[in-house]
């Protein structure tokens, strides 16, 4: 994960501690710059998805946002239980970060025609936001993005997610990014063999920005 690791011991009940997540938004507060989180990836080394959600937010710093990333290794949390008491120091950072940010953008490989079970544990956790100011992703832009090996399982995926985001409350964006491994590749921080899918993420990572800026 990039930016701050707020280092909290698990503790009993679903959030950090309310004096802290007070403390750490009003330090936020004197930032003008709207905070987008992403959150996806695989744990491959060279995981297309991963990849492809740093490009769109790099697109997303660019046009003026502050940026967090959840990238695989930061998403690999126990199975979540709306049962259970206490929460890891990583899953209290993403509910976290999803509740101070402003947009969201999410990257998930397509999996037998679904979202991953990593990312989809991860987005799983937001019901921890159910009783929180902004339940949810509500009055959030969600960009999402998909890859696959083949089209097929993008766009399956790519409705999935989406519907998934609806079903959170957020608001995802008007272009949803469908990426096929097989054609397009990554070779590099930044670095994408296809123009059209450099386009495409940079678009997404524009508009969860802009979205954020209408509502302000």
Not at 67 to 84: C, G, H, I, N, W
Not at 174 to 187: E, H, K, R, Y
Request: with cysteine.
């Amino acid at each position: 994960m990039n930016g701050e690791n707020p280092g909290a011991a698990p503790h009993q009940g679903s959030r950090v501690d309310m004096s802290v997540a007070v403390m750490t938004r009003q330090v936020a507060a004197h930032d003008p710059r709207p905070l987008i989180v992403g959150l996806g990836g695989t744990l491959s080394e060279a995981s297309s998805s991963e990849r492809a959600l740093r490009f769109a937010l790099d697109a997303a710093a660019a046009y003026g946002a502050r940026t967090k990333l959840f990238s695989a290794q930061a998403l690999d949390l126990p199975m979540y239980s709306v049962d259970r008491s206490r929460r890891t120091p990583a899953a209290i950072a993403l509910v976290d970060a999803l509740a101070e940010a402003d947009g969201v953008i999410i990257a998930t490989p397509a999996y037998h025609g679904g979202i991953s079970g990593l990312v989809k544990n991860a987005l799983d956790y937001i019901e921890d936001l159910r009783a929180d100011e902004r339940p949810y992703l509500d009055g959030r832009a969600v960009g999402c993005i998909v890859c696959a090996y083949g089209w097929q399982a993008t766009t399956t995926t790519l409705v999935s997610l989406r519907s998934t985001v609806h079903a959170l409350r957020g608001w995802p964006t008007p272009l949803g990014v469908a990426i096929n491994s097989s054609q397009t590749t990554f070779d590099g921080p930044g670095s994408v063999s296809d123009a059209r899918c450099a386009d495409q993420l940079s678009a997404l990572g524009r508009q969860v920005v802009d979205f954020v800026g209408a509502r302000r």
